[in-house]
């Protein structure tokens, strides 16, 4: 079983309109965290939060914003306002011990 | 704030030739990982590296691949022969700790190095 579930695989929207960014994790650990990641057309990963399993207060970075709620195993992540600069494809990932599992990514595209 | 640091940002090269990746680490982490990512799909695991030696590798590490920290600050992922299917990004990553989840044990990720096989 994948340990980390990104199940939508693209989406698109049109600049302004909201988006939510599904995950699901899967793992046998009490304690974790969570991270979601920007990959640009350029390629690199760029860090753009960390949760770990103990603190389940929902975060907001100006128009990001996270949903953490274990009882659901999910992390989704929100961006309000969307601009054309979001578009990249994000990355869910879970830390199990020393391992990072990636989820498959969700590709965005905002259009002007 | 200190950050991984991997060169070249792209490689090119024939089918067949060595290759060596390179990343300086941050300086006090003790803990070295490689990942790949193939173009469209999602981030996998190679290799961890700890005190000169691998601790774990994934099925995709096979012979071909190797690891080394030839000094104090470089971390080298080598191909000896490379293959068509390797054109990848690859990503280096390294943790002050391991085994288990602390603040201590998050992965820092470098930029990553886009190797072309030809």
């Known amino acids: 079983a994948q340990k980390v579930t990104q199940a939508q695989t693209e989406i698109s929207v049109v600049e302004k309109e909201d988006v939510t960014l599904d995950c699901v994790y899967e793992?046998?650990?009490?304690?974790?965290?969570l991270f979601w990641y920007k990959q640009p057309p350029s390629g690199e990963l760029v860090f753009l939060i960390r949760?770990?399993?103990?603190?389940?207060q929902n975060e907001i970075s100006g128009r990001y914003s996270w949903n953490f709620q274990k009882s659901t195993s999910s992390f989704n992540f929100t961006i309000t306002a969307s601009q054309v600069v979001d578009s990249a494809v994000y990355f869910c990932?879970?830390?199990?011990?020393?391992?990072?599992?990636f989820g498959s990514g969700t590709k965005l595209n905002v259009k002007p | 704030e200190p950050e991984v640091t991997q060169t070249p940002s792209h490689q090119v090269t024939q089918m067949g030739q060595e290759v060596i990746l390179r990343c300086v680490p941050i300086?006090?982490?003790?803990?070295f990982y490689w990942y790949r990512q193939i173009l469209g799909q999602k981030v996998e695991f190679l290799v961890s590296?700890?005190?000169?030696?691998?601790?774990?590798k994934s099925e995709i590490f096979d012979d071909q691949f190797s690891v080394e920290r030839p000094d104090g600050s470089n971390f080298t992922l080598k191909i000896r022969s490379t293959k068509l299917e390797d054109s990848a990004m690859y990503f280096c990553?390294?943790?002050?700790?391991?085994?288990?989840?602390?603040?201590?044990?998050?992965?820092?990720f470098g930029a990553g190095t886009r190797l072309s096989v030809l």
């Open positions: 949760r770990n399993s103990f603190d389940e």
């Open positions: 990932a879970l830390i199990d011990f020393n391992k990072f599992y």
């Open positions: 590296f700890y005190n000169n030696e691998i601790s774990e």
């Open positions: 300086s006090n982490h003790l803990y």
């Open positions: 990553a390294s943790s002050q700790t391991s085994g288990g989840a602390s603040a201590k044990n998050i992965q820092y």
């Open positions: 793992t046998r650990d009490t304690t974790y965290y």
